[in-house]
């Protein structure tokens, strides 16, 4: 269907008020039956493969599987270390990796904007200002991987420190250097070790106080208009803008305006999402495996 | 990282400078100890019953607890503005959207999957001789609840403080539900609005700063907790409940 043929029809475009200035009250479905009748249209933009939630949701599993992919790389070797690691550094730099895991993602956001600000006056860029990254979307990559890392070196570590000690004292015993010896505990460890990045693909899926702090664009150019970068982001701004007015308003007119609908197909396919990856942890029975989100935001 | 150094100072004179951060404090101590305590009431009986049940329903319970650790908090807001009625009042005064109440209500929902499975995942992991020996002293229902959240208590105490911090950082709810104003705005939705606006960087890292500073006493608390209870496994070499940096 081409974008945007019925937005001139669509009852709800027109403005609220005549021109003599008083309002016109249009009776609106309210309460529960609003509720339903919003939970329909999002049903319907779901199901009927609206070109914004699709893309958005690719947009979203892209940025998570990316940022999740390159945490991991940084995270399984170093929480793998530390969690073999017996020296007292080790265990502080795990206390420490535990307890960044609860920093919120708004704190994140700020380390990353003065990571990657082009400076003021008087004062030189922050550390990465080389990169121009400042209004860039890969801002938001980075956000969501600087908020995967230490999930994943933290169940990273707790997962290899399950690994019985005795295997990997025949290990050694049988001459395995300590790579050797990080790889076997992995390849024993390895459930709980994808659950732990699982549950850090679930985190940078849902997470949205880095990127809306940090300067990260919070939209995207589609051809000629603009979509969301990621499900959660395009469900709370778009609900942000259209609080308080009720539902209403044809599925084509939704790609380039605001509707309450969007936002409730948005949060379906992120709820769809979060139960996908419970799924997938409950599969690997990582009963045992507990995380707090960060915040959780 | 000199940019990083001056707005850090920015930052701390912005916040010695601005009158509204005892009530954005306040706000977010309120906001975290009110949904916490909730939390807690509901979530405790429920967590004895899941981690004393052996059943085939206790474990799926479990399982769906630590699911839920994973809620979108943004979808959670969604619905909950879109189900409560503007206008409705809190049973604890106030209003439920645009209000205090509102965001603790769905902070509650947001914390109790984090309560529920962190205490249950404790109380799991006591020794079954423990449980199985006050059993044989007679101890039943509410009784054997207390004995196992007593025993099971640096996993509880583990969970309230998670809770307390994830309500804390959380914006994607709070933010949805509360309007704008200097009483439903928490310091990490005001760092929200920082950046978006009004105050800019400097008010945005002095907020973030003031976050931290809270996180990191819950941090203080939590290892003061650890380090008594550690101490106090050491006492006891034959007890095998597990250390609360596992369960954690």
Redesign the interface.
Known sequence: MPVGTHRTAAPWHRSPRTRLGSPVIIPQPSGFHAFLAGMHEGVDLVFSGNQVVVDTTLRTLRLAVESTLIAALIGVPFGCALGLGRSRVARVLLRLASAVTRVPPVAIGVLVYLLLANGGPGYGGGLLAGLHWETEPQGAYMDQTLLAIPIIVALTASAVKGVSSLLLDQARAFGASGWKRGLLALREARRRVIAAILVAMGVTITAIGAIIVSNAPLTTRVGDHYQPVTLAIGAFTTFRQVQGSTFSGPQTAALDRPTPSLAVAFTIVLLGLFVLIAAMLTRLQARRLSWIPGGQS | ????F??FLQGVRYDLHDPYLGVLTITTLRLGSEATLIATILGLPAACAIGLGRSRIS?RS??IA??????????V???F???V??NATAPWGGTWINGLSGMVAAQVV?SLP?IV??SA?AIRGLPDGLIDQAVAFGASGWRLWLFALREAKLGVITAVI?AV??A??????V??ISGISNTTTTL?SQ??LD??GTDG?PG??GH?IV??AL?MA??LILLVVQGSGTRSHLRDPLSTSPRV????
Do not use: C, D, H, K
């Open positions: 990282m000199r940019l990083i001056e707005y474990r479990l399982v630590n699911a839920g650790l994973g809620l979108p908090s943004v979808a807001g969604v619905y503005v879109l189900l009625p503007g947001l984090i499975a962190v995942i998670f911090g994830a804390f950082g959380e914006v994607g709810a933010t949805l990490a760092v929200i950046m978006q960087v945005a890292v973030t976050l931290l996180m819950l941090g940096e596992e369960v954690a």
